[in-house]
């Protein structure tokens, strides 16, 4: 709690009595869903729309397969580079908080917060760790954070906010940013018309952070995935080519290929600093 600020008036925010919620000296007060996650937003504020419950669905499936344990071992190991102790741990557009998690276990005496803006992702969030809190909050609005409050900020294939995390991270803190390569999927896209990862990522990725925070270490994550129908179809149904590509159309074309399908998981990590 002591991390999150209030999004109308940015005073610190405290629990309430028996857990129910938060509030600000100011009296604005935020209740705790019975899933146990918070909404911050200021009064009328919409945040853009996030993963459907569908979404949400297959990035759990794929997570729990273990599909993308090594990444989420690289972004770990990323995490907890550096020097000095990381207390606090901010993932912005953490989705189910799986990473997040992993991250946390890691690093026993951290505490963190699961930012999203899809309240389905929230709702399983808030029972990724015993160590975090799970909100909805708009990643592109002002955080809920307090200034210079966390150690690390996690972003993992999420927008990047750079003026917001440098001032939520504390002086010498770090950003970790996870971004698909452009070989990532590279074998699925003509089969099922995905969307090609953009080959100038990196350069934009650069421009939108370098005004804010300097980078300080790069690596590639590679590994070569084998997946069934069932796997192929929760990987591409996580991600932004469920928006363009329905359910039926992508069954039909998943029919004709081979049982099992060879996958390159194609990742850059890289990380910043304030």
């Known amino acids: 709690m002591a991390l999150l600020a209030c999004p109308v008036c940015t005073a610190p925010l405290s629990a309430l009595p028996g857990d129910a919620g938060l509030r600000c000296p100011a009296g604005h007060s935020f209740d705790r869903a019975r899933q146990g996650h918070v909404t911050l937003l200021p009064p009328g504020h919409t945040p853009p729309t996030g993963d459907s419950a569908e979404m949400v669905a297959d990035r759990a499936e794929v997570l729990a397969a273990g599909t993308y344990a090594g990444l989420t071992r690289a972004l770990t190991g990323a995490v907890a580079a550096g ?15 799986h990473h997040l998690a992993a991250v946390l276990e890691e690093l026993p005496g951290a505490v963190g917060v699961v ?4 309240r389905y992702a929230a709702r399983r969030a808030a029972g990724a760790s015993p160590r975090a809190l799970a909100v909805v909050a708009d990643t592109w609005a002002r955080l809920p954070v307090r200034d210079a409050a966390v150690d690390r900020v996690t972003v993992v294939f999420a927008p990047r906010n750079g003026p917001e995390t440098a001032r939520v991270l504390r002086p010498g803190g770090r950003l970790v940013v996870a971004t698909p390569a452009p070989d990532h999927l590279a074998e699925l896209v003509g089969p099922l018309g995905l969307l090609r990862v953009d080959p100038d990522k990196s350069a934009r990725l650069t421009g939108s952070l ?8 790069a690596a590639a994550h590679r590994e070569e995935l084998e997946l069934d129908h069932r796997g192929v179809a929760a990987v591409v149904g996580m991600g932004p080519h469920a928006r363009h590509l329905g359910r039926d159309a992508l069954a039909a074309r998943l029919a004709v290929l081979p049982p099992r399908v060879r996958v390159t998981l194609a990742v850059d990590v890289t990380t910043w600093t304030t």
């Open 83 to 97: 020097e000095g102790p990381v207390g606090a741990v901010l993932d912005l557009g953490g989705g189910t908080g």
């Open 115 to 118: 930012l999203d803006s899809s």
């Open 210 to 217: 370098a005004p804010h925070l300097a980078p300080v270490a």
